[in-house]
């Protein structure tokens, strides 16, 4: 099991693991201010998480006489000022965002929420961050549910009327939010639990019964959705095309943060950084655009490096298998934390929401719960706590460890490191002296020495000749500094490896263009979309703007020649 046998706090080693991968991040960024910060939270989240298993869980327990399954009394404290905190929470979100500059995607939660703008005080001092909260109410849903039905038949009624409150108040929160993805990961859990209590819900009606209502509430609900949405939105969803395009810019998110991770593959990019690597090294934008990618998992690695990926998965495997190893002795506030954690995992899966906020530490609680209320039982019944350590936790992150030692071994480890320590130099360098318009990275590769990450990506090169990112990072720098025969002998070593990545055909057609080759350029821009937009940006941000004229005039010219969907025209 992932134990120590000093500190007798479980999932210590790899949370241990996570926060030295943390460190790693801090090590590896070019903005220590900003990542920092971020050390501190995931820190406080750690600290907290030891907190509530030790003092709540296992101290609580030896000051607690009884031996039932009921939590002891710091614990269940605990859990009433958690739900009410995010009942406040929730009161703040609908009350304080403003839903008349930021409408929701459903019309009439709109309407109410402009409503209850109207008649509440607007706290402008306030500064509230939507989906740091939002994320925290996602995880504290489940845990508000659990203790209202709970405390159903418990005399007097007043510790049920209050848990019911709160997590209608909760809810409320959630629906206002109008987060598909957040529905989505709560659906999974309760559709989950409904499979594993069937039989208990067998004896109140038939199975196909019970089918029948699922689906007859969820059309309820999907024709009140499209009928407050109004007609533009069901035309919006029933035409497919924009579904598909959304489903496209999921999958393309997560491909642009795996094109990174290549680059960062053993330290990451930097903790609290990845707007601004993304925009510069992939979406070749300059300024930041995009703050996260659609899965925790990637956004762990890209910020942490291959250790924080490493602990991440480990700390869930190790998470899920104690809760399976002692499931006799899961009470309902485990179960309630259980539920919570899986809602963020399945939320993780397909988004990054805790672990891009201020409310990061909040990632951690679910997981603390579920471990202190075991402790608790398992204390308070005189049972032993420690457990030996599990073949199959240990060989969970040794087999995702051989895993990644493969995709090593295939992308030649030494070229990977030293590609990894040429990005992480590069990066330093031109992100630390980046101010827009004045110093962006194309003017700063241009005046200032690299010759540290250059060498790192030559000795790159010496070792796979092919290499994508040390290809296009050279081939970036000689271009910025109109060495573009040198740059497009880079970039075609680099298409040659790999002809479907955007970010090489965007250079390489940048190269042609630099050097009047206009049909090799035609070739390579058509397969690029958007192709007309980024011609005319790079016209007057790059050229226009370092007195280059001609090709300034030569890209405006060559967009007016690409259509919306890249095709030339002739």
């Known amino acids: 099991m992932a134990y120590s046998r000093k500190t007798n706090i479980p999932l210590v080693l790899p949370l241990t693991l996570f926060l030295i991968s943390a460190l790693v991040g801090v090590w590896a960024s070019y903005d220590q201010r900003a990542s920092w910060i971020k050390f501190v939270l995931i820190a406080i989240g750690v600290a907290a998480y030891i907190l509530i298993v030790v003092v709540l869980g296992q101290v609580g327990a030896r000051r607690t006489s009884r031996e039932d399954s009921e939590p002891n009394r710091w614990l269940s404290t605990f859990v009433w000022v958690l739900v009410a905190v995010s009942a406040a929470l929730a009161v703040l979100y609908v009350t304080q965002y403003d839903f008349g500059a930021k409408p929701t995607k459903i019309a009439f939660l709109t309407e109410i929420g402009r409503l209850l703008n109207a008649v509440t005080p607007n706290l402008s001092a306030l500064s509230l961050e939507r989906d740091g909260i939002v994320g925290t109410l996602e995880i504290t849903f489940p845990i508000a549910l659990v203790l209202a039905y709970h405390t159903r038949h418990k005399t007097p009624r007043t510790s049920f009327i209050a848990a019911l409150i709160l997590t209608l108040l909760i809810g409320f929160g959630l629906a206002m939010a109008s987060s598909v993805r957040t529905w989505f990961a709560l659906g999974v859990v309760f559709g989950g639990v409904f499979l594993l209590e069937r039989e208990r819900l067998r004896g109140l009606l038939p199975l196909w019964q019970w089918i029948l209502i699922a ?314 979309g958007d192709a007309s937009i980024k011609l005319q940006i790079d016209g007057w941000l790059y050229f226009q703007t370092r007195g280059d004229q001609e090709r300034a005039a030569r890209a405006s010219e060559f967009a007016q020649q690409i259509t919306p969907g890249g095709a030339t025209q002739p």
């Open 215 to 528: 689906l007859g509430v969820g059309l309820v609900v999907l024709v009140a959705v499209f009928l407050a949405a109004g007609p533009n939105s069901v035309n919006y969803w029933l035409s497919g095309v924009p579904f598909r395009n959304r489903l496209f810019g999921f999958f393309e998110s997560n491909a642009q943060t795996w094109r990174l991770i290549h680059a960062y593959f053993f330290t990451g990019s930097g903790l609290g950084v990845y707007a601004m690597v993304l925009s510069s090294y992939d979406l070749l934008y300059q300024v930041p655009f995009l703050y996260h990618t659609n899965n925790t998992f990637l956004q762990i690695w890209i910020e942490q490096g291959i250790l924080g990926i490493i602990g991440f998965v480990w700390l869930w495997t190790a998470f899920y298998y104690y809760a399976w190893m002692f499931r006799a002795d899961l009470n309902w506030l485990a179960k309630a934390g259980l539920l919570a954690a899986t809602a963020m995992f399945v939320h993780d899966l397909v988004d990054v929401r805790l672990y891009a906020t201020k409310a990061l530490p909040m990632m951690f609680v679910p997981l603390a719960l579920t471990v202190a209320a075991i402790c608790d039982v398992r204390l308070r019944r005189a049972a032993v706590t420690k457990v030996n350590r599990s073949r199959l936790v240990l060989v969970a992150p040794l087999a995702f460890a051989v895993i990644l030692a493969g995709l090593v071994l295939i992308n030649k480890p030494r070229a990977l490191w030293y590609v990894n320590l040429g990005s992480v130099s590069q990066t330093r360098i031109e992100l630390g002296q980046y101010s827009f318009p004045e110093r962006l990275p194309e003017f700063v590769r241009r005046d200032t020495d690299l010759s540290q990450a250059e060498s790192f990506f030559q000795q790159a090169l010496a070792l796979d000749q092919g290499n994508v990112v040390a290809n296009q990072r050279l081939g970036a720098i000689a271009l910025a500094r109109g060495n573009y025969e040198l740059a497009k002998t880079y970039f075609k070593s680099a298409y040659q490896r790999d002809a479907t990545n955007g970010v090489t055909q965007r250079l390489l057609g940048d190269a042609y263009l630099a050097l009047g080759e206009m049909e090799q350029a035609r070739a390579v821009w058509s397969q690029i």
